[in-house]
T-cell receptor, first 113, second 113 residues
Framework: EAGVAQSPRYKIIEKRQSVAFWCNPI?????LYWYQQILGQGPKLLIQ????????DSQLPKDRFSAERLKGVDSTLKIQPAKLEDSAVYLC???????????FGSGTRLTVV | AQSVTQLDSHVSVSEGTPVLLRCNYS??????LFWYVQHPNKGLQLLLKYTSAATLVKGINGFEAEFKKSETSFHLTKPSAHMSDAAEYFC???????????FGSGTKLNVKP
C-alpha cells in the first residue's frame, strides 16, 4: 500500500513570499489532515477535511493560510505571505475511519528567511 | 477537551538498560492513546495504540505501554534500549473513535553506548 505522499520535501523562501505544499493521501482515505510542527514542539492540527469539506480549521491562521481539497482526494496548503514564524515541518496525514489507518506523510520542511 | 503531558523533554539511558517515557493524559471522553516515534528528518511512525481493548499494549520494536485509567497515564516502556531507539517520541490522545489527534510536546530519547 502506497503511503501518504507529500511534496516538496524542502522549501526555502523569503518572508512575504508565497508557498504551496501538496499532499496525496492513501487511496480510499476520506479524511485528510494538515499539521504544523515547529522545531521542538509536537505537531499541531491546522485543518481537517472529510472528503472535500472542511471539518475543523479552528487553528488555521486564515489571514495567511489557506487549504483546499477540491475533488476529495489530494490537497494543497498555501501560505501567503509567509512570516519567519511559519518555519516548520508541514505534515499531511490521512485516515480511513476514525483513528483507523491514520498515516502520516514524511512532511515538507519550510524555512522562511 | 483532550490533552497530553509528556513529563520529560529529554531522557538519556545506556544501551541495554530499560526505557521509560512518561505520558499523562486528560480527556473528557473515553480516550484512544498512541505513541509515535520520529527519527531525525523522518516522518512519524506509529509504535502502538490503545483503543479500549487490553490495557497492556504491545507495539513494534519491543515497546509496550500500559493504560492506567486511575492514574490517567500511558507510559511507554522497553526492557532493553538499543542505539537505534534514539529518536523523539510523541504521546497522542484522541477521543475514542474520533479522529482528531492531540500531540504531546515530545520526549527526546538519547541512548549512550
Amino acid at each position: 500500500e502506497a503511503g501518504v505522499a507529500q511534496s516538496p520535501r524542502y522549501k526555502i523562501i523569503e518572508k512575504r513570499q508565497s508557498v504551496a505544499f501538496w499532499c496525496n493521501p492513501i487511496s480510499g482515505h476520506a479524511t485528510l489532515y494538515w499539521y504544523q510542527q515547529i522545531l521542538g514542539q509536537g505537531p499541531k492540527l491546522l485543518i481537517q477535511f472529510q472528503n472535500n469539506g472542511v471539518v475543523d480549521d479552528s487553528q488555521l491562521p486564515k489571514d495567511r493560510f489557506s487549504a483546499e481539497r477540491l475533488k476529495g482526494v489530494d490537497s494543497t496548503l498555501k501560505i501567503q505571505p509567509a512570516k519567519l514564524e511559519d518555519s516548520a515541518v508541514y505534515l499531511c496525514a490521512s485516515s480511513f475511519q476514525g483513528a483507523e489507518g491514520y498515516t502520516f506523510g514524511s512532511g515538507t520542511r519550510l524555512t522562511v528567511v | 477537551a483532550q490533552s497530553v503531558t509528556q513529563l520529560d523533554s529529554h531522557v538519556s539511558v545506556s544501551e541495554g538498560t530499560p526505557v521509560l517515557l512518561r505520558c499523562n493524559y486528560s480527556s473528557s471522553y473515553s480516550p484512544s492513546l498512541f505513541w509515535y516515534v520520529q527519527h531525525p528528518n523522518k516522518g512519524l511512525q506509529l509504535l502502538l495504540k490503545y483503543t479500549s481493548a487490553a490495557t497492556l499494549v504491545k507495539g513494534i520494536n519491543g515497546f509496550e505501554a500500559e493504560f492506567k485509567k486511575s492514574e490517567t497515564s500511558f507510559h511507554l516502556t522497553k526492557p532493553s534500549a538499543h542505539m537505534s531507539d534514539a529518536a523523539e517520541y510523541f504521546c497522542v490522545v484522541s477521543r475514542y473513535n474520533f479522529n482528531k489527534f492531540y500531540f504531546g510536546s515530545g520526549t527526546k530519547l538519547n541512548v549512550k553506548p
